[in-house]
């Protein structure tokens, strides 16, 4: 049994920065590709960064680009999301999600093919005040 467990979640300043990582346990002899998602209230969840099985290759919505960065290590089994300059419409409830059974290539595919992401972390609350 797969489990992704998020933390580093939070209350935090519009233009501050926080770090979530997400820890991934029970199949760890393989590498899943992994993405960041998030849900703020009365929306459909987004995507908001992928990344591949080796960190080579990564992908952002582009309302992230250049402020947001996803990064894994796969000795520990966790990936990151570094969140820099956040502004208050980036509160949400950020998700974890990883991809075994496919190679995920592409911003669209991670923006249209949620139902085949395998696992989802329960979540993190990031909330940034203005």
């Known amino acids: 049994q797969v489990q992704l467990v998020e933390s580093g979640g939070g209350l935090v300043q519009a233009g501050g920065s926080l770090r979530l990582s997400c820890a991934v346990s029970g199949r760890t002899f393989s590498s899943p590709a992994m993405g960041w998602f998030r849900q703020a209230p009365g929306k459909e969840r987004e995507f908001v960064a992928g990344?591949?099985?080796?960190?080579?290759?990564?992908y952002y919505a582009d309302s992230m680009k250049g402020r947001f960065t996803i990064s894994r290590d796969n000795a520990k089994n966790t990936v990151y999301l570094q969140m820099n300059s956040l502004k208050p419409e980036d509160t949400a409830v950020y998700y974890c999600a990883a991809v075994f059974r496919r190679n995920p290539s592409g911003t669209s595919w991670w923006d249209h093919r949620q139902k085949e992401i395998d696992y989802w972390g329960l979540g993190t609350q990031v909330t940034v005040s203005s």
């Open positions: 990344i591949n099985w080796s960190g080579g290759t990564t």
